[in-house]
T-cell receptor, first 113, second 112 residues
Framework: ETGVTQTPRHLVMGMTNKKSLKCEQH?????MYWYKQSAKKPLELMFV???????ENNSVPSRFSPECPNSSHLFLHLHTLQPEDSALYLC????????????FGPGTRLTVL | GQQLNQSPQSMFIQEGEDVSMNCTSS?????WLWYKQDPGEGPVLLIA?????ELTSNGRLTAQFGITRKDSFLNISASIPSDVGIYFC????????????FGAGTRLTVKP
C-alpha cells in the first residue's frame, strides 16, 4: 500500500466510449503525474500537475484529457480512444520541487476494443 | 531526449544466485532511482541515490550512483523467489524534478 489509489483497476472500452480514470493520494503531496506503461517500453510521462496546475503535457493526444480538482485527486478523461491506447495507466505523486521518489498507484489496465 | 539504456532485458536465475543489472545514459543524471514492479501493481521504490559515487544498500540490494553520473547498477545477493518482478531504473536528468526518465526494465525470473 503506497498511499496512492487508482480506480478502476481494469477497464475495457470501445473506441466510441467516454470513460474516466481516477487517482487519489493520501500522502499530503502536491504534485501528481499520469504515466502510460506499454509492454517492454519505458514508462511514458503524460501529464504533470503541481499545486493543481498543469505544468507538463508531453505531446499527449487530445483524446486524453486530465483534470486535477485539488492536490489529492487526479482524473484522466478518455474519449474516442484507439486500440493502440491499450496499456497500464499509472498515477504517481510526490512533493513538488523535491528531488524525491514518486509514489505510484497500482494502475488501471485499459483495453480499447 | 536523454534515454536510459537498461540491461539486461531479462534474466533467468536459480534461487540463491546473485543478480546484477545496470542502467546507462548519454547525459548526466542528478538522481538515480531503482524501482521494482510486481504483476498487477505499480512500481515501488527500492533505493534512491543522490550523489556521484554513492553506494547504498537495502537488505540484500545494493545500488551505486556511477562516478561519471551517467550510469548506475543494482545488485541483488542470494536471490529468493519473491525477487521475481520487473526492475526499473529511473533518474532526473536535469534540475527539473518533474523530468524523470525510466529504463525499459529488467524482468527477473527466479527458479526455486
Amino acid at each position: 500500500e503506497t498511499g496512492v489509489t487508482q480506480t478502476p483497476r481494469h477497464l475495457v472500452m470501445g473506441m466510441t466510449n467516454k470513460k474516466s480514470l481516477k487517482c487519489e493520494q493520501h500522502l499530503g503531496h502536491n504534485a501528481m503525474y499520469w504515466y502510460k506503461q506499454s509492454a517492454k517500453k519505458p514508462l511514458e510521462l503524460m501529464f504533470v500537475y503541481n499545486f493543481k496546475e498543469q505544468t507538463e503535457n508531453n505531446s499527449v493526444p487530445s483524446r486524453f484529457s486530465p483534470e486535477c480538482p485539488n492536490s489529492s485527486h487526479l482524473f484522466l478523461h478518455l474519449h474516442t480512444l484507439q486500440p493502440e491506447d491499450s496499456a497500464l495507466y499509472l498515477c504517481a505523486s510526490t512533493l513538488a520541487g523535491a528531488k524525491d521518489e514518486q509514489f505510484f498507484g497500482p494502475g488501471t489496465r485499459l483495453t480499447v476494443l | 531526449g536523454q534515454q536510459l539504456n537498461q540491461s539486461p532485458q531479462s534474466m533467468f536465475i536459480q534461487e540463491g544466485e546473485d543478480v546484477s543489472m545496470n542502467c546507462t545514459s548519454s547525459s548526466i543524471f542528478n538522481t538515480w532511482l531503482w524501482y521494482k514492479q510486481d504483476p498487477g501493481e505499480g512500481p515501488v521504490l527500492l533505493i534512491a541515490l543522490y550523489k556521484a559515487g554513492e553506494l547504498t544498500s537495502n537488505g540484500r540490494l545494493t545500488a551505486q550512483f556511477g562516478i561519471t553520473r551517467k550510469d548506475s547498477f543494482l545488485n541483488i545477493s542470494a536471490s529468493i523467489p519473491s525477487d521475481v518482478g520487473i526492475y526499473f531504473c529511473a533518474g532526473h536528468p536535469t534540475y527539473n524534478n518533474n523530468d524523470m526518465r525510466f529504463g525499459a526494465g529488467t524482468r527477473l525470473t527466479v527458479k526455486p
